[in-house]
């Protein structure tokens, strides 16, 4: 294949998937790894795609925003997609759960439709723990700095104190979803946190809606193979082969053709 060609074609797949591998790409166009290199180190310098280690990223899809943005502000984008992954979340808590519920608008959805009340809840969010007593739900808050923009309780005594426990399921928000980069949110203090809230649990799902995808916020906090992800659909083709990744939209579809 022409050098032009495969520059375009190059370009295509990382317009279309937001990032793409290197493997990728030598299986995609039948080429060496160092003559896709050469080509993505070429791309680089022209302007039209971030060369990262072992791939690259387009560069209108690559890097989320490095400061949180507001709650209030949050709760409004994709309502729809929380809703659904939230509903989908709660189902999964059975009876004598010991559940850990993250900070976050999506994680916070999840209380909206929970039923089970025999489980135990741990959370770092005030606003959830009022939320879940008030629902009927037996609920502990964890210790540490509290962080107004997220209203969330962050730091090194909270993800000190997450270590006491041994969560059966958790529910852990993200700011970004990442082939190379996994799952990622700004603030270091708060990576803390989801990184040791998926250590200590049993069945970790990591709940993100679409806009997460090909997002990479400051701080990694796990590997993109570390927990279950729970989405609605996946829509970038660089994450169709993942099998950790949980499609509410198809559980649906599933469930109303077997009702048929």
Do not use: W
């Not at 994709?78 to 976050?104: C, F, M, Q, T």
């Not at 399921?169 to 809230?197: C, L, Q, W």
Request: contains cysteine.
């Amino acid at each position: 294949m022409l050098l032009e060609k495969r520059l375009e074609e190059i370009l295509k797949l990382v317009e279309k998937n937001g990032s793409v591998t290197v493997q990728e790409l030598t299986e995609h166009l039948k080429a060496s790894e160092s003559t896709i290199r050469r080509d993505l180190y070429l791309l680089d310098e022209e302007g039209k795609l971030n060369k990262v280690h072992g791939g690259a990223t387009a560069i209108n899809a690559s890097y989320a925003s490095g400061k949180d943005v507001e709650v209030e502000y949050r709760k409004n984008l994709n309502r729809e997609e929380k809703a659904e992954i939230a509903r989908y979340a709660a189902s999964l808590i059975k009876p004598d759960d010991l559940v850990y519920l993250d900070a976050g608008t999506t994680t916070e959805r999840v209380i909206d439709f929970i039923t089970e009340k025999r489980a135990v809840y741990v959370t770092n969010a005030i606003g959830h723990a009022k939320r879940l007593v008030q629902a009927g739900c037996e609920a502990h808050i964890l210790g540490g700095k509290f962080k107004l923009s997220t209203e969330a309780v962050v730091g090194i005594e909270t993800a000190s104190e997450l270590e006491k426990f041994n969560f059966t399921i958790g529910f852990i928000g993200t700011n970004g979803i990442s082939r190379r980069a996994g799952f990622s949110t700004p603030d270091i203090e708060e990576a803390m946190v989801k990184r040791r809230a998926v250590i200590q649990c049993r069945r970790p799902y990591i709940l993100g809606d679409s806009g997460k995808f090909n997002q990479i916020s400051p701080v990694t906090f796990a590997g993109i193979e570390d927990a279950e992800l729970v989405t609605t659909e996946i829509k970038h083709d660089s994450f169709q082969d993942l099998t950790n990744i949980i499609e509410t939209t198809k559980k649906q579809e599933k469930q109303e053709r077997s009702t048929l």
